[in-house]
Nanobody, 124 residues
Framework: QVQLVESGGGLVQAGGSLRLSCAAS????????MAWFRQAPGKEREFVAA????????SYADSVKGRFTISRDNTKNTVYLQMDSLKPEDTAVYYC?????????????????WGQGTQVTVSS
């Protein structure tokens, strides 16, 4: 069982930055593939970024490439999402997710555990 708790969301103006954190309560955190997804009102949950167990491999959605950076600190059981140059279309609830798989993937069904989400609102 993996429990994930996101934090760091909030209201920011377009062009601003936020850093999301996701703390995992599991002893073997370094074994897990971690990812961020988001869901806007009336839309399906979509992939944002993923990072392999050791941080050696990352993947990003085209819509956030060059603006968002995913990272992890296995000593703190935490994964981060640095979001820069935010746009109003980035407004959504952001979810952290974990998977026992090795290969980095953006497929929703590949992830086993999910956090409760944190709201990010970008004003124009």
């Amino acid at each position: 069982q993996v429990q994930l708790v996101e934090s760091g969301g909030g209201l920011v103006q377009a062009g601003g930055s936020l850093r999301l954190s996701c703390a995992a309560s599991v002893r073997t955190f370094s074994r897990y593939l971690m990812a961020w997804f988001r869901q806007a009102p009336g839309k399906e949950r979509e992939f944002v970024a993923a990072i392999s167990w050791n941080g050696g491999s990352t993947s990003y959605a085209d819509s956030v490439k060059g603006r968002f950076t995913i990272s992890r600190d296995n000593t703190k059981n935490t994964v981060y999402l640095q979001m820069d140059s935010l746009k109003p279309e980035d407004t959504a609830v952001y979810y952290c997710a974990s998977s026992g798989r090795v290969t980095v993937t953006g497929r929703v069904g590949a992830y086993d555990y999910w956090g409760q989400g944190t709201q990010v609102t970008v004003s124009s």
